[in-house]
């Protein structure tokens, strides 16, 4: 209770100040159930991306995050608003045990299935630029990189330059042009493989803990720029679903992608 009553003082105070500065725009809030236990799942772009979902709805959201968090300045507001610590490189199980009790209890909990913000970290940024290095410096390089080119996209490039389907030239024309990367790309590979590429792989926890609970999953998207005053940052949620008991985990969790993906697309035709 204590962590539920610290959540809501929080959230109450944070709320408005987060949609105001943001300029936080908020679709499909109707689709989230009343009652009932929730795992609320989306796409990760951006370390804030949990608060456009808590601004939406004024139900307690025990968020799964990582314990790099807890170990951080912030360790002490993520464990007392009852956030779910998740050691990456010790007993994962801990965490699934301690999300699955409060789903048991009708409570809600929030997740990236993703497991990682899809944007490029450091060590990969140093690494695309090798490609550039006779043609500029690397602070030249980091300007030119756009800012939302994401890690699932380049992977897709990775994978066609390797097995021949473009050229050198086109990799590293592409990885400077994100806007132009699936337009150029729909030109000549499969459309259907090209726009799955705005989203990586999904882990299976959200759909094994709701299979395990009977909770219903009520997929989400964020887009767009946290900045001040923002023109195209928004939350969108789907309907809400579940999972059956006898329903194969690959299918369901391709299933939550799809709908995830297809609110992304959504959003951005929105926007």
Request: charged share 25%.
């Amino acid at each position: 209770m204590k962590k539920e009553f610290a959540y809501q003082v929080a959230r109450i105070i944070g709320t408005p100040l987060f949609k105001n500065y943001y300029n936080l725009s908020i679709y499909g809030k109707e689709n989230i159930p009343e009652q009932g236990p929730i795992i609320f799942c989306g796409n990760h772009l951006h370390v804030l991306d949990q608060f456009p979902v808590i601004a939406a709805t004024d139900k307690t959201i025990h968020w799964m995050a990582k314990k790099e968090y807890f170990d951080g300045k912030l360790g002490p507001l993520f464990e007392m608003t009852g956030a779910i610590c998740v050691d990456r490189q010790g007993d994962s199980k801990k965490a699934e045990q301690e999300a699955l009790k409060y789903l048991e209890s009708g409570s809600a909990i929030g997740l990236f299935p993703e497991g990682t913000r899809n944007g490029l970290k450091s060590g990969r940024i140093r690494e695309l630029y090798k490609l550039y290095a006779d043609e500029m410096d690397f602070e030249s390089f980091s300007h030119k990189l756009p800012e939302d080119i994401l890690y699932s996209q380049v992977l897709l490039l990775d994978e066609l330059y390797q097995e021949g389907k473009i050229s050198l030239e086109d990799y590293k024309n592409y990885i400077l042009n994100s806007s132009d990367l699936l337009n150029g790309l729909k030109k000549g590979y499969n459309t259907e493989i090209v726009e799955d590429s705005i989203l990586l792989p999904f882990k299976y926890g959200a759909v094994s803990m709701a299979q395990k609970t009977g909770a219903s999953i009520v997929p989400f998207a964020v887009t767009g720029e946290y900045k001040k005053n923002s023109d195209d940052l928004c939350v969108r949620f789907g309907e809400p679903f579940q999972i059956d008991t006898y329903e194969p985990l690959t299918e369901a969790n391709v299933r939550l992608r799809e709908k995830v993906k297809t609110l992304v697309y959504e959003n951005k035709k929105t926007n």
